[in-house]
């Protein structure tokens, strides 16, 4: 399969990219230096130049705070990018994925959130998001929307990172003990892109690793067990608390209604995905530094 993926830069994209030259992809890349996603011409001159068979977009604007403050910006990341993406792969005759957030969610339910759930969005970047995966949607009908968050894996700057970053300075981390999500390993989500894109059902997809979610605490005391080190030093904070530009919803857990009735197995539970991450990926190369 000939894929044109965008957004390698990113954590997601450097994943997707492996992913689909490991298993014998003919990739075209690029990142945010080498394509906009913004600029129509741009996007409509590499798609049709490359001819893929699938477009995968993994470019986004994903500082939650960044784009509360510049709304302009995040609409042209989030929102005009995806529907040029979705434009020059129909023009191309290309199936067509976009990735979108969990934050289109205003956070108020208190199970799962599902494709049956109405979005509402509370922030400029979940606003962005949901707008670009409507504009795609319309632009084309063969789009297929892939909604994840509490993104983690090598590479790329997240939650996880950081927190196992301080730990191996022995500095204290603030974790949320009331705001909740489905953590999904980017290796995992990148492997199902692939698969959604072979399959070619248009339609909106969530994914995330398997089981009940996590809080950020929870999920910050899980990766440090894991490497070893010490979970006194992880401060429980309040959601409410924080005093953040971007409003975040307190819960934006993520289920699939349509995965499983096609044929799609679910993903790894999130803790052994972790356990995978921390093992293979970040204690492994670390662990002669402390």
């Not at 913004?38 to 893929?52: E, F, G, M, Q, T």
């Not at 993994?58 to 939650?64: G, L, S, Y």
């Not at 248009?202 to 605490?217: K, L, Q, R």
Request: hydrophobic share 35%; glycine share 10%.
């Amino acid at each position: 399969m000939k894929v044109l993926l965008t957004g390698v830069g990113g954590m997601v994209g450097r994943a997707l990219k492996q992913y689909s030259e490991l298993v014998g992809d003919d990739v075209v890349a690029y990142d945010h230096e080498t394509l906009d996603i913004a600029n129509a011409d741009l996007v409509k001159a590499a798609v049709l130049s490359a001819r893929p068979d699938t477009v995968i977009n993994c470019a986004a604007w994903t500082d939650v705070d960044g784009c509360e403050l510049d709304p302009a910006r995040s609409h042209a990341a989030n929102a005009t990018g995806p529907e040029n993406l979705a434009k020059a792969s129909r023009e191309a005759g290309a199936g067509f994925v976009t990735i979108s957030t969990d934050y289109v969610f205003d956070g108020e339910k208190e199970g799962f959130y599902t494709q049956r759930d109405d979005p509402n969005p509370q922030s400029v970047y979940g606003k962005s998001k949901l707008e670009g995966e409507r504009r795609s949607q319309l632009a084309y009908a063969r789009t297929i929307v892939v909604r994840a968050g509490f993104i983690f894996g090598p590479g790329g700057k997240n939650f996880l990172s950081t927190v196992l970053d301080r730990a191996g300075r022995g500095e204290t981390t603030k974790a949320i003990g009331n705001a909740y999500g489905t953590p999904t390993y980017s290796r995992h989500l990148a492997a199902r892109l692939r698969e959604l894109a072979q399959l070619d059902l248009p339609g909106i997809f969530h994914v995330g690793n398997a089981g009940n979610g996590a809080s950020y605490e929870e999920f910050a005391r899980a990766a440090l067990n894991l490497g070893g080190f010490e979970t006194e030093n992880v401060e429980t904070v309040d959601v409410n608390s924080l005093k953040r530009p971007a409003p975040r919803p307190r819960n934006s857990r993520l289920k699939c209604l349509i995965s499983e009735a096609i044929g799609l197995p679910a993903l790894p539970f999130w803790e052994d995905a972790l356990k995978e991450f921390v093992g293979s990926n970040y204690y492994a190369d670390r662990a002669g530094q402390r």
